[in-house]
């Protein structure tokens, strides 16, 4: 008993804190070819490009873009990366992380990968995300992420949204490998 009450007040701390947003992630069953290693490969110590489409807030491209990446940095755990749309040399071609905002289109996640165009809807109103993490045209991972009532590129809740999609992109393991039971 002495453990059930701690561990009910973790909880109701956790829900009441998730109330206070108005931003969900939601990350789609990493690719059979996901591992941690190839995140490494792709990312370690080295640029790894992005790619945004769309812009929620109407900015001039270059600002949205400094609005966002922040947000990105030292979110995939364990390997030390650059994520920018301006890569270097160092960054492997093949790979890149891809961020559409309010696809105009119903398109599935792992189509974000594809060098083809992207149609957005214009600024204003809520807002849904759609990332991929891609290697040579095919998504490894995915998300969706949304937020119902952005104040502005500044808002800490669009900030979260970025921070937790970029988060859920490159998890740290499969959740497979971890239940072992043939219904996980």
Same mark, same amino acid.
């Given at each position: 008993m002495r453990l059930l009450l701690p561990l009910a007040a973790i909880l109701l701390s956790a829900s009441s804190l *998730? *109330? =206070?947003?108005?931003?969900r992630v939601v990350a789609s069953e990493p690719s059979s070819a996901y591992t941690r290693s190839e995140v490494s490969y792709a990312a370690g110590n080295r640029d790894l490009r992005v790619v945004l489409h769309g812009n929620p807030f109407g900015l001039p491209p270059d600002r949205f873009a400094a609005t966002v990446l922040p947000h990105m940095q030292d979110r995939v755990l364990g390997v030390k990366t650059n994520l920018t749309t301006t890569p270097n040399d160092t960054a492997r071609r093949e790979y890149k992380?891809?961020?559409a905002f309010n696809v105009a289109e119903n398109m599935l996640n792992s189509s974000l990968c594809t060098d083809g165009p992207i149609p957005t809807s !214009? !600024? @204003? @109103?809520?807002?849904?995300?759609? @990332?991929a993490f891609c290697r040579s045209g095919g998504a490894l991972t995915s998300a969706t992420g949304w937020l119902d009532? !952005?104040?502005?590129?500044?808002?800490p809740d669009f900030r979260s949204l970025i921070s937790d999609m970029t988060f859920s992109l490159f998890p740290s393991q499969r959740?497979?490998?971890? =239940?072992?039971r043939p219904d996980c």
């Open positions: *998730a *109330a =206070c947003t108005n931003e992380v891809v961020l !214009p !600024p @204003g @109103g809520p807002i849904v995300v759609q @990332g009532r !952005p104040q502005g590129p500044d808002d959740a497979d490998i971890l =239940c072992g």
